[in-house]
Structure formats: structure tokens, C-alpha cells
């Protein structure tokens, strides 16, 4: 009996670490807030760093962090405390592997000094898992110049390298290249290696350390420039330098096994098709192995999640996306993104799409592997049925080992969808983009009034359904695969 009860308690122990949760919400407010990085706490709950502004155009950036329990729930919340500090952008959150419940805060403080001089510093602050400062220690740079970290790596549990941008202030910001800085967790800065190109500016963008050629890689060069792969050893001597393929924006790279990365990112370069995602499988030498190109619909744009887009998951690899983008609105477009989640295989095949969204915009900018198998994706969001109110706030979506939420709320304003019609509005004609998992399906249209007003039989990704014939107005679309829906919502046709 004694056996048995062990077992059925190990049993119970297991499922309740396993079990998998999900959720997709946001955190309103009076503020401006902004998200950057997350990690998951050992007890399962979540940690976000970004940022907070009062919207009055005066006040200063703040470096912000939340907890949030495993249903998404907002437990507690940290404001950086020293009045006037301005922190500018990224603010990145580091779990020390040998210090449990204990948090470093990556964030860079930007000020006037009395004597008219700009000064910067990078600013690590330890933090305790109730989110309490332990202590905090500053790192310098000189005057007039600025830094503003982009991505960390952790290397054998004792090191941690930070790459950041570089600029001059003369007397605006000016960029010049970037630098990456050596650290050890008490923390002391330990090396620094700087890279200043001579005829153009530098975008850093990722940082990895591999272990089959022990060299710290850092990336840089988007923007239809070569990308570019600079290997140091450990102490920051320079190895060598690499090319790789060009990416456009919102690049990534990512640990992948011990011999490999993945470099994902935005390109354009499929005849008539406007930007969109690629994911390349690289070996320890930075030679290219196998790629992946993959859009929705040859008039729409899916770019890349911003900071972070692309995690491995047990065999499987995710990729977030921001589909139906338009840059000619940035920051506040008028209408809606959906978050797509590209579940891969190990040899580089799509297995589904999930959208999310759909009811705002939307731009994803950091996704992690969860201890249950799923994923978290971190970001902000912005609702343009209010456009006097320029907020954006922040918003969480964990999804399970499947890339699936598995409850959704009666008052969800958001959809979940594998299947929905872009460019919504539209005018002339609609695409209807259905999930790769779902190699048949059909699409059925609706007026306001319920009355069928036509049905498509599809059989590929995307189809083009020309809508010039339906008056103008608002319809409800259906989607089903195998006596299931799989998508639905409103589609608005509007005027020229």
C-alpha cells in the first residue's frame, strides 16, 4: 500500500508540473508601456522587463518589470525608483544559473551631467523573485557616447556577454557600430570588444556563444547588407570574420544543438512577393545547411517577431510573426495584426500556423520555451478603434506544446484562428489564408442578415477570392475542415 500511495503521489507531482497552461491577455493602463524580454520563474510563474511613460511627452522612460502568475494574471510590478533617470529602450531580464529566485535587470540610464555633458551607463540590477532590488551596480561610458544593449548570452554558467549599439551624440544620436562586454555575476565588467565600421553604420542584432567552436558570435548588418558574423573567444579576441545572408529587418539568431544556429529574419527577395519570413539552419563554421521561405499572401507583409522570434521546443521550432503589417503607418496603424506562431520540424518542413488577434495591433518581441513544453510570447499592443489614445501596453500569450490555447473566454475580444482573410478591409478581392495543417477546407460568406452570400472550396494556403461583384459593407466569414471550424470573423469591404 505503501508503494502504491509513493507512486500515485510521483504520479500527481508530474502531471501537476507538466500540465499545461495557456492564456492570451493584455495589461491596460493609464501609462505607455513597452516589453522587451521574459523568462519563467522555477516556480512557473513570469517575469517581464520593458518599459513606462506617463504620455505627456515630458516625462522619462522608465525600466519596468511584471509578475504574472501561470494564468496570466498580473500579480506585482517594479518602476525603476530614482527620479529623473531616463531609461532609453531595451531593458532585458537575466536569470543567473547558480543564484535561484534571483534576477539581474539589464537596463542603460541616459542623463545631462552639470557640466552639459551626455553620459550614459549600463546598469545591472539584482532582483529578487518578489521583484525587491537586492542591489545594483553601474558601468560607465564615456561622455557623449551611448549604448544600448540588443541581446545576452550566458556562457558555462559563470559569464555573462552583453551586445550593444553604439552611438555618438553630435549633437543628435548618431550610430557607429557596436560592442559587446564581458561580465562576471558579481558583477564586474571583465573585457570589452568594439567594432566601429569605416563607411557605414552597424546593426547588432544577436549574440550566441557555441560550443563546438568555443567563439562568441555576434551578428550584424540588416538592412539588405550582408549579414555578418563576427567569432571571439571568451576572453573577446577577435577570431575571424563570416557573411551571411542578407535580412532586411527583425533578424534573430539562435542556439539551435552544438554544432548548428538558426538565423532567422525578413527578406525580400520572391519575384512579386512584398517581405516576409526566412529561417536559415547554419553550422558551427557559418556555413549554411538548409533554409526555409514562407509567406501568407504576396500583398501582405509578415515580418519577424522584433527581439526575439525564434525558440526550439524539444524536436519542434517555433517562429513568431506579425502578419498584415503596414509600414507606411508605423507605430499606429489602423488596423489589425494577427500573431502567427510557425511551428517547424527538425528538417526545416512547416507543420501548422496559429493567428492570434486580430482585434488590435499587435507586435510580438520576444517568444520562450515554457517548462511544460509550450511557448510564451511577450510583446506590445495598440488599439486603433481608439486613435486619440497613443498607448501602447503590454500583452502575454502562452500557448502549449502544439502552439494552442486551450480555453478561450466568452468575452475574448481577440480570435484564434488557423484559417482568416487579408487584407481586411479590402475592396476588389480578399485573400483567405488557411493553415498548412489543413490541406482542404471551405470558406463560407455571409451578409449581416446570416444569408449565404457564397462558399469556396479551397485547397492550397492562400486563395484569392475577388469580392468587386458584393456591395459594399460588412460580412461574416467561415471557415471549416473536417465538419470543424477553423477560423471565422468579420470581413469589410470598403470603398475606393
Same mark, same amino acid.
Given at each position: 500500500?505503501?508503494?502504491?500511495?509513493?507512486?500515485?503521489?510521483?504520479f500527481i507531482e508530474c502531471n501537476s508540473v507538466y500540465a499545461q497552461s495557456s492564456f492570451f491577455t493584455y495589461y491596460p493602463s493609464n501609462t505607455y508601456e513597452y516589453s522587451y524580454s521574459a523568462i519563467e520563474t522555477l516556480e512557473g510563474y513570469f517575469i517581464i522587463t520593458g518599459l513606462i511613460q506617463i504620455p505627456d511627452g515630458n516625462s522619462p522612460e522608465q525600466a519596468y518589470t511584471m509578475k504574472i502568475e501561470q494564468s496570466g494574471e498580473k500579480i506585482s510590478e517594479l518602476i525603476e525608483p530614482i527620479a529623473g533617470d531616463t531609461t532609453m529602450n531595451n531593458v532585458f531580464i537575466v536569470a543567473p544559473p547558480q543564484e535561484p529566485n534571483n534576477y539581474f535587470l539589464i537596463t542603460n /540610464?541616459?542623463?545631462?551631467?552639470?557640466?552639459? !555633458?551626455?553620459? #550614459?551607463?549600463?546598469?545591472?540590477? %539584482?532582483?529578487?523573485?518578489?521583484?525587491?532590488?537586492?542591489?545594483?551596480?553601474?558601468?560607465?561610458?564615456?561622455? &557623449?557616447?551611448?549604448?544600448?544593449? #540588443?541581446?545576452?548570452?550566458?556562457?558555462?554558467?559563470?559569464?555573462?556577454?552583453?551586445?550593444?549599439?553604439?552611438?555618438?551624440?553630435?549633437?543628435?544620436? #548618431?550610430?557607429?557600430?557596436?560592442?559587446?562586454? *564581458?561580465?562576471?555575476?558579481?558583477?564586474?565588467?571583465?573585457?570589452?570588444?568594439?567594432?566601429?565600421?569605416?563607411?557605414?553604420?552597424?546593426?547588432?542584432? +544577436?549574440?550566441?556563444?557555441?560550443?563546438?567552436?568555443?567563439?562568441?558570435?555576434?551578428?550584424?548588418?540588416?538592412?539588405?547588407?550582408?549579414?555578418?558574423?563576427?567569432?571571439?573567444? *571568451?576572453?573577446?579576441?577577435?577570431?575571424?570574420?563570416?557573411?551571411?545572408?542578407?535580412?532586411?529587418?527583425?533578424?534573430?539568431?539562435?542556439?539551435?544543438?552544438?554544432?548548428?544556429?538558426?538565423?532567422?529574419?525578413?527578406?525580400?527577395?520572391?519575384?512579386?512577393?512584398? #517581405?516576409?519570413?526566412?529561417?536559415?539552419?547554419?553550422?558551427?563554421?557559418?556555413?549554411?545547411?538548409?533554409?526555409?521561405?514562407?509567406?501568407?499572401?504576396?500583398?501582405?507583409?509578415?515580418? +519577424?517577431?522584433?527581439?526575439?522570434?525564434?525558440?526550439?521546443?524539444?524536436? /519542434?521550432?517555433?517562429?513568431?510573426?506579425?502578419?498584415?503589417? &503596414?509600414?507606411?503607418?508605423?507605430?499606429?496603424?489602423?488596423?489589425?495584426?494577427?500573431?502567427?506562431?510557425? %511551428?517547424?520540424?527538425?528538417?526545416?518542413?512547416?507543420?501548422?500556423?496559429?493567428?492570434?488577434?486580430?482585434?488590435?495591433?499587435?507586435?510580438?518581441?520576444?517568444?520562450?520555451?515554457?517548462?511544460?513544453?509550450?511557448?510564451?510570447?511577450?510583446?506590445? %499592443?495598440?488599439?486603433?478603434?481608439?486613435?486619440?489614445?497613443?498607448?501602447?501596453?503590454?500583452?502575454?500569450?502562452?500557448?502549449?506544446? !502544439?502552439?494552442?490555447?486551450? !480555453?478561450?473566454?466568452?468575452?475574448?475580444?481577440?480570435?484564434?484562428?488557423?484559417?482568416?482573410?487579408?487584407?481586411?478591409?479590402?475592396?476588389?478581392?480578399?485573400?483567405?489564408?488557411?493553415?498548412?495543417?489543413?490541406?482542404?477546407?471551405?470558406?463560407?460568406?455571409?451578409?449581416?442578415?446570416?444569408?449565404?452570400?457564397?462558399?469556396?472550396?479551397?485547397?492550397?494556403?492562400?486563395?484569392?477570392?475577388?469580392?468587386?461583384?458584393?456591395?459594399?459593407?460588412?460580412?461574416?466569414?467561415?471557415?471549416?475542415?473536417? &465538419?470543424?471550424?477553423?477560423?471565422?470573423?468579420?470581413?469589410?469591404?470598403?470603398?475606393?
Amino acid at each position: 500500500m505503501r508503494i502504491l500511495t509513493i507512486i500515485l503521489a510521483i504520479f500527481i507531482e508530474c502531471n501537476s508540473v507538466y500540465a499545461q497552461s495557456s492564456f492570451f491577455t493584455y495589461y491596460p493602463s493609464n501609462t505607455y508601456e513597452y516589453s522587451y524580454s521574459a523568462i519563467e520563474t522555477l516556480e512557473g510563474y513570469f517575469i517581464i522587463t520593458g518599459l513606462i511613460q506617463i504620455p505627456d511627452g515630458n516625462s522619462p522612460e522608465q525600466a519596468y518589470t511584471m509578475k504574472i502568475e501561470q494564468s496570466g494574471e498580473k500579480i506585482s510590478e517594479l518602476i525603476e525608483p530614482i527620479a529623473g533617470d531616463t531609461t532609453m529602450n531595451n531593458v532585458f531580464i537575466v536569470a543567473p544559473p547558480q543564484e535561484p529566485n534571483n534576477y539581474f535587470l539589464i537596463t542603460n /540610464k541616459f542623463y545631462l551631467s552639470q557640466t552639459g !555633458e551626455y553620459c #550614459q551607463s549600463v546598469n545591472l540590477r %539584482r532582483i529578487n523573485d518578489d521583484l525587491q532590488i537586492i542591489s545594483s551596480k553601474s558601468f560607465l561610458s564615456n561622455p &557623449n557616447n551611448y549604448i544600448l544593449p #540588443q541581446a545576452y548570452s550566458i556562457v558555462e554558467d559563470s559569464v555573462l556577454y552583453i551586445l550593444s549599439s553604439a552611438f555618438l551624440y553630435l549633437p543628435n544620436f #548618431q550610430p557607429i557600430g557596436w560592442s559587446v562586454t *564581458k561580465y562576471n555575476f558579481e558583477p564586474d565588467s571583465l573585457a570589452t570588444y568594439n567594432y566601429y565600421p569605416t563607411y557605414y553604420s552597424s546593426v547588432p542584432f +544577436g549574440l550566441l556563444f557555441n560550443p563546438k567552436s568555443n567563439s562568441i558570435k555576434c551578428f550584424d548588418g540588416m538592412g539588405y547588407l550582408s549579414t555578418l558574423v563576427t567569432n571571439l573567444n *571568451k576572453n573577446l579576441n577577435f577570431i575571424n570574420t563570416a557573411s551571411l545572408p542578407s535580412l532586411v529587418t527583425t533578424a534573430c539568431a539562435s542556439y539551435y544543438t552544438d554544432s548548428s544556429y538558426l538565423l532567422t529574419g525578413v527578406v525580400n527577395n520572391l519575384l512579386n512577393v512584398k #517581405q516576409h519570413l526566412i529561417i536559415h539552419k547554419i553550422n558551427s563554421g557559418d556555413e549554411v545547411l538548409k533554409n526555409l521561405e514562407y509567406y501568407n499572401s504576396q500583398d501582405t507583409i509578415l515580418y +519577424g517577431g522584433a527581439v526575439k522570434n525564434t525558440v526550439v521546443i524539444g524536436d /519542434k521550432i517555433f517562429v513568431v510573426g506579425n502578419y498584415n503589417v &503596414n509600414p507606411s503607418q508605423w507605430p499606429w496603424q489602423n488596423s489589425p495584426t494577427w500573431i502567427q506562431i510557425t %511551428r517547424i520540424d527538425s528538417g526545416l518542413n512547416i507543420i501548422d500556423h496559429h493567428f492570434y488577434g486580430g482585434d488590435a495591433f499587435y507586435m510580438p518581441y520576444n517568444i520562450i520555451a515554457t517548462s511544460d513544453g509550450g511557448a510564451l510570447i511577450t510583446g506590445n %499592443r495598440y488599439d486603433y478603434h481608439y486613435p486619440d489614445i497613443k498607448k501602447y501596453h503590454i500583452f502575454a500569450l502562452k500557448v502549449n506544446s !502544439e502552439g494552442l490555447i486551450t !480555453e478561450i473566454p466568452e468575452d475574448a475580444s481577440w480570435q484564434i484562428s488557423d484559417a482568416i482573410v487579408c487584407p481586411n478591409p479590402g475592396n476588389e478581392y480578399f485573400d483567405a489564408i488557411v493553415g498548412i495543417q489543413h490541406p482542404t477546407s471551405t470558406l463560407y460568406v455571409y451578409d449581416m442578415n446570416g444569408k449565404l452570400v457564397f462558399k469556396n472550396k479551397l485547397n492550397q494556403v492562400t486563395s484569392r477570392i475577388k469580392t468587386g461583384s458584393l456591395p459594399y459593407g460588412t460580412y461574416l466569414y467561415k471557415f471549416v475542415s473536417k &465538419n470543424k471550424v477553423i477560423g471565422n470573423g468579420k470581413w469589410i469591404k470598403m470603398r475606393d
